[in-house]
């Protein structure tokens, strides 16, 4: 089985974000604790992959983390992919030995930029000097799948800064990136600033371009583009993340989290307010019923093909040929050069993944 964890704990919120997180740092041992009532509740057998994210699952002690994959998976086998997402600022080399020695094999560092000036405008924690240190410490605390996150599209971000967060990002010998265009969330600081004009969007050409230079720098430096925001070194896929896109069942634990039952298909998820959750899991440890912080909903088939071809179109390995229903669109689509058909399936092109969202409006 495929776990996910959330630990929704951040030290300050990010300009840009509206994932569900807090910043009641107090409420973490009493969070763990009921993390830890509905694994033993809902676990069902051993680990494929477990993957902690947030949040910023680094704000929990290597212990904490330690408990809580001992409870998914008491000795996961050395091949199960244990991820966890990290801010650059809370990796020291004492960390990052001790998160080695609770189990995490693979670390997904939050770098986002290389530019103190841009780091600071979208309010992460860290500077462009603490994020290099942190995947070097983490190298050599024997760490050897690494992920960094990246960001383009920022408000002021000129081509030649992209260029720049591209090579020292490549200087780095991490086995996978992950680039992200910022999109503007309702609600965000950055938001706010774009509706009152104190910043400007990026124009679509600039991002296209933006875009377009990653791709084929890391395809030259041998990384596989595997899916639209994601570039790996041979053999070093997210192996958790492969399992959103194929249609596999995974459990989410912690406020906020989503699971999946492929077979039932039946799609589910913990309410995303931190007390609820904490003081339902302390009364399921009573022996009572947690339900009112959990809801589940029935895929139906065309509500599964349609997330089938919004998930599959996004990746290298596109969507089995019978997903697709013959259309004018899609011939068109064919002869503009915006999806191939190969192996009997529909991947989109370089050229396609541009207007990826109207392609896949038009084929649903
Ligand atoms: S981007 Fe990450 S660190 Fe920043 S507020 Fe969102 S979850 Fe927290």
């Known amino acids: 089985m495929h776990y996910y964890v959330h630990i929704p704990f951040c030290k300050s919120r990010c300009a840009y974000c509206d994932f569900f997180s807090t910043t009641q740092l107090a409420r973490r041992e009493a969070y763990v604790d009921a993390l830890l009532c509905e694994i033993a509740l809902r676990r069902n057998g051993t680990a494929s992959t477990i993957y902690l994210g947030g949040g910023t ?35 020291t080399l004492d960390t990052l ?117 990653l791709c084929e720098q890391l395809k030259t430096h041998g990384y596989e583009h595997y899916e639209v925001s994601n570039f790996a070194l041979p053999r070093f896929h997210s192996q958790h993340n492969s399992c959103y896109w194929a249609d596999k069942s995974y459990i989410g634990f912690g406020a906020g989290a989503h699971s999946y039952d492929a077979e039932r298909r039946i799609r589910s998820w913990n309410v995303s307010d931190l007390e609820p959750y904490i003081a339902a899991m302390k009364s399921t440890n009573q022996g009572l019923a947690a339900d009112q912080v959990y809801e589940e909903e029935q895929i139906n088939d065309e509500q599964h093909r349609m997330e089938q071809i919004m998930l599959g179109l996004r990746t290298s390995s596109g969507i089995p040929q019978t997903l697709i229903i013959d259309s004018p669109a899609l011939h068109r689509y064919l002869e503009e050069d915006m999806i191939r058909l190969a192996n009997q ?13 109207r392609i896949i409006e038009d084929l649903v």
């Not at 002690?61 to 199960?80: E, G, K, L, Y």
């Not at 090579?167 to 503007?184: F, G, K, P, R």
């Not at 399936?345 to 969202?357: D, M």
Request: a negative charge; charged letters at 20%; hydrophobic letters at 35%.
């Open 57 to 91: 699952p680094s704000v929990l002690p290597p212990d904490a983390i330690r408990r809580i994959i001992q409870a998914i998976d008491s000795s996961p086998s050395p091949s199960v992919e244990i991820t966890m997402e990290a801010n650059p600022g809370d990796l």
């Open 97 to 213: 030995n001790a998160l080695r020695a609770v189990g995490i094999n693979r670390l997904s560092i939050g770098i986002q930029s290389f530019q103190d000036d841009l780091l600071r405008m979208i309010g992460r924690r860290h500077n462009a000097q603490q994020a290099q240190q942190a995947v070097r410490d983490a190298q050599q605390a024997g760490f050897s799948n690494i992920s960094i996150d990246l960001m383009y599209g920022l408000p002021g971000q000129s081509f030649e800064q992209w260029k720049t967060d591209i090579e020292t990002a490549l200087c780095l010998n991490v086995q996978h990136i992950s680039c992200y265009c910022l999109s503007y969330e309702t609600g965000t600081r950055l938001t706010r600033l774009l509706q009152r004009g104190e910043i400007k969007e990026q124009d679509d050409d600039t991002l296209n371009t933006m875009y377009d230079y």
């Open 345 to 357: 399936h529909y991947i989109a092109t370089q050229k396609g993944i541009h207007l990826l969202n």
